[in-house]
């Protein structure tokens, strides 16, 4: 029996049919369908995932993959050190980002979400409880690439990641200084601590796999794994940015996503004025040297190479982009 058999029927869901997709596994039983993946969340990460969206659905958001719960009522069943959770199968299709369509109700649904999310008391969960901490953040982040610089300028025998790492990091990082100062300029602790009194959920990673669309025309989420405690306009950002990839930075689909959804979630002056900084947020460039020379790599050099690349050919892109948004929604 495979440790993903075991898993199942630790749920108490038998297998008649197991079928790997990506990360996760569909489970045919006469209980019915499912997901099954293990998590790379600690115990800890995945309660907190739990606790989140068992709020978004006792405040009537049932289009979510709600864990099915295991062995004393735990969301999580452990073989051998390892976490698998389940949840019930749907039927669907992924988003897609370049459909007007599908992003504007993309859109829509995470203004939902946002709404549902106020009132949420998170459980004990470092590194997922962000208010205030976006100042401290981005300025230990930028003290990182320093240290990546040198880095780069001590390496032996220079890569394509250092040569172009070196050749942009510098823009980079005046960047990063100027969302500072936007930053400073805002009301963001207030917000933050309006926040933290109502409560929030930002889902964190609202790719378009994570967006199902199902036959019937609804929407269902999925993977709440790097799910947080921050301000909505943290994921919207996110958001935008994924959706601007995949329409060459137009501007019309952008405005019309962000029109769609502050129509379901207007969100104050206040804290539309955080929109600016976090966009300008150097945030791809900074994941991607981190990536190369923070982490373990687990990929060929050659492969953060050609991400940074892409990184950096869309800047200004983003920055025009950014300056239009800004115009058309009177952003400061």
Same mark, same amino acid.
């Given at each position: 029996?495979?440790?993903?058999a075991?898993?199942a029927?630790?749920?108490?869901?038998?297998?008649?049919e197991?079928?790997?997709?990506?990360r996760?596994?569909r489970?045919?039983?006469?209980?019915?369908?499912?997901?099954l993946?293990?998590?790379? %969340?600690?115990?800890?990460?995945?309660?907190?995932?739990? *606790?989140a969206?068992?709020?978004l659905y006792?405040q009537?958001?049932?289009?979510?993959?709600?864990?099915?719960?295991?062995?004393?009522?735990?969301?999580?069943?452990e073989?051998?050190?390892r976490?698998?959770?389940?949840s019930?199968?749907?039927?669907?299709r992924?988003a897609?980002?370049d459909?007007?369509?599908?992003v504007?109700?993309?859109?829509?649904?995470?203004?939902?979400?946002?709404?549902? *999310?106020?009132?949420?008391?998170?459980?004990?969960?470092?590194?997922?409880?962000?208010?205030?901490?976006?100042?401290?953040?981005? %300025?230990k982040?930028?003290?990182?690439?320093?240290?990546?610089?040198?880095?780069?300028?001590?390496e032996?025998?220079?890569?394509?990641f250092?040569?172009?790492?070196?050749?942009h990091? !510098?823009?980079?990082?005046?960047?990063?200084l100027?969302?500072?100062?936007?930053?400073a300029?805002t009301?963001?602790?207030?917000?933050c601590?309006?926040?933290? !009194?109502?409560g929030?959920?930002?889902?964190?990673?609202?790719?378009?796999?994570n967006?199902?669309?199902?036959?019937?025309?609804?929407i269902?989420?999925v993977?709440?794994?790097?799910?947080?405690?921050?301000?909505p306009?943290?994921?919207?950002?996110?958001?935008?940015?994924?959706v601007?990839?995949?329409?060459?930075?137009?501007e019309d689909?952008?405005c019309?996503?962000l029109?769609a959804?502050?129509?379901r979630?207007?969100?104050?002056?206040?804290?539309?004025q955080?929109f600016?900084?976090l966009?300008?947020w150097?945030q791809k460039?900074?994941?991607?040297?981190?990536?190369?020379?923070?982490?373990?790599?687990?990929?060929p050099r050659k492969?953060?190479a050609?991400?940074l690349?892409?990184?950096?050919?869309?800047r200004?892109?983003?920055?025009h982009?950014l300056k %239009?948004?800004?115009?058309?929604f009177k952003?400061?």
């Amino acid at each position: 029996m495979t440790v993903e058999a075991a898993a199942a029927l630790g749920f108490g869901v038998e297998p008649e049919e197991m079928t790997a997709i990506r990360r996760a596994f569909r489970v045919v039983s006469h209980r019915g369908v499912f997901a099954l993946k293990e998590s790379r %969340q600690s115990e800890a990460d995945i309660l907190f995932i739990h *606790a989140a969206k068992e709020h978004l659905y006792e405040q009537g958001m049932e289009n979510i993959d709600r864990y099915v719960l295991g062995p004393e009522e735990r969301p999580y069943v452990e073989i051998e050190g390892r976490f698998f959770v389940m949840s019930p199968w749907v039927e669907s299709r992924e988003a897609q980002y370049d459909s007007t369509a599908d992003v504007t109700a993309a859109a829509a649904q995470l203004a939902e979400l946002h709404q549902k *999310a106020q009132g949420f008391v998170p459980p004990p969960a470092g590194g997922r409880i962000l208010w205030g901490s976006w100042p401290d953040l981005w %300025q230990k982040r930028l003290e990182l690439l320093d240290q990546y610089r040198k880095m780069a300028e001590e390496e032996d025998s220079s890569s394509r990641f250092a040569r172009r790492f070196l050749r942009h990091i !510098d823009r980079y990082q005046e960047q990063g200084l100027d969302a500072l100062e936007l930053l400073a300029q805002t009301d963001y602790e207030e917000v933050c601590s309006r926040y933290q !009194d109502a409560g929030s959920i930002c889902h964190h990673d609202y790719s378009e796999r994570n967006v199902l669309f199902t036959p019937e025309g609804g929407i269902h989420l999925v993977d709440f794994d790097y799910c947080i405690c921050d301000l909505p306009i943290h994921d919207l950002v996110n958001f935008l940015r994924r959706v601007a990839k995949f329409t060459d930075y137009d501007e019309d689909v952008i405005c019309l996503a962000l029109r769609a959804y502050l129509e379901r979630n207007p969100l104050p002056p206040e804290e539309l004025q955080l929109f600016a900084p976090l966009w300008l947020w150097p945030q791809k460039f900074w994941e991607t040297a981190h990536q190369y020379y923070g982490e373990a790599r687990r990929r060929p050099r050659k492969t953060y190479a050609d991400r940074l690349r892409r990184r950096c050919r869309t800047r200004k892109q983003e920055r025009h982009l950014l300056k %239009q948004v800004a115009k058309t929604f009177k952003l400061g």
